[in-house]
């Protein structure tokens, strides 16, 4: 069992001690809070070990799990890489594309493994359809929350925008060619509402749009590609799969045909994919113990977590 400790107690580093104390693949060493009074209210409740320092924690484990805000990302990722650690570290990778690259510089240098919290690419829902998703040329997403002030430290982009920008990139196999966006700030210093259009060297286009002042949850990806529609509801966790196919000579009384200008007919149906249920924050820090133990590439890696930030920021600097 690799041994593993937690650099931040607030609300996700709380989730991630839970998982940690109860997944098979780790042995959870303990953790390191900033807010002396903090470490001791998890400590008490909990039972989890509070070390005295960053340094202490590090030299005791295997696995560094950064659950810190942004701010502290890179300099939590340098000390525990600089000794030889692996390290976990939650999204946005770093504030800046410089401290992110340095990360991928250092992990280099001291052979460790390095994987990003992009947590929606292990959401059921999107793992059931991912394979049926090919060369999509019209991508939409939507990620709206209600207001809450965890997170307002950066902007929207980075705080909920940025999942989907993973997950676009994950997919769309082409370079960004061209960011154009727009953002307005509501109730915080940095921009609560985004919309930012993507477009790729391929042709595909992509049509984000976040914001966390919204009276109610939503957080969807719909993909359009040739001969089929995939929509994926991230927060319901649920698929909806539309295809097409030629038409048959003969079709049933109930087979759904279209017939386009050119008079070419095409037939319609539904595909219904299994969606297995798990903890997708769980199978994150899961996947990535497997990767250390059997020494493969983690499934979101830094340099992918990099790509997603440099993308963020060009949608950023284009506000």
Request: contains cysteine.
């Amino acid at each position: 069992m690799l041994k593993a400790g937690v650099l931040g107690a607030g609300h996700l580093g709380k989730i991630h001690l839970k998982l940690l104390n109860q997944s098979d693949k780790y042995k959870l060493i303990g953790f390191y809070d900033p807010i002396k009074e903090n470490a001791i209210k998890v400590e008490k409740e909990f039972g989890y070990k509070a070390f005295d320092s960053i340094e202490e924690l590090i030299n005791a484990v295997d696995v560094v799990d950064i659950v810190t805000p942004t701010l502290s990302h890179f300099d939590c990722a340098k000390e525990a890489i600089e000794k030889g650690k692996h390290i976990f570290i939650e999204k946005p990778i770093t504030k800046t594309i410089e401290e992110a690259e340095k990360i991928i510089e250092l992990i280099k240098k001291h052979n460790v493994k390095g994987q990003v919290g992009h947590v929606e690419r292990f959401n059921p829902a999107f793992t059931a359809v991912k394979s049926s998703i090919n060369n999509p040329m019209f991508i939409e997403s939507h990620r709206l929350a209600e207001f809450n002030p965890r997170g307002t430290d950066v902007p929207v982009v980075l705080d909920l925008m940025i999942h989907d920008i993973d997950v676009i990139l994950s997919i769309v196999k082409s370079k960004v060619k061209h960011v154009s966006a727009s953002g307005v700030s509501v109730i915080s210093e940095t921009p609560d509402i985004a919309n930012a259009r993507i477009e790729f060297e391929n042709g595909c286009v992509a049509n984000l749009t976040a914001s966390r002042i919204s009276l109610k949850n939503m957080r969807k990806s719909r993909f359009f590609q040739r001969d089929a529609y995939i929509a994926v509801d991230f927060f319901e966790k649920a698929t909806e799969v539309v295809k097409m196919k030629d038409a048959p000579e003969n079709p049933g009384d109930y087979d759904m045909i279209l017939q386009n200008a050119e008079g070419v007919k095409k037939q319609i149906y539904f595909e219904n994919p299994k969606i297995e249920a798990n903890n997708a924050i769980l199978d994150e820090l899961e996947t990535f113990a497997d990767a250390i133990n059997n020494n493969t590439i983690p499934i979101v890696t830094i340099e992918q977590g990099t790509d997603a930030l440099r993308v963020a920021h060009m949608i950023i600097n284009d506000f």
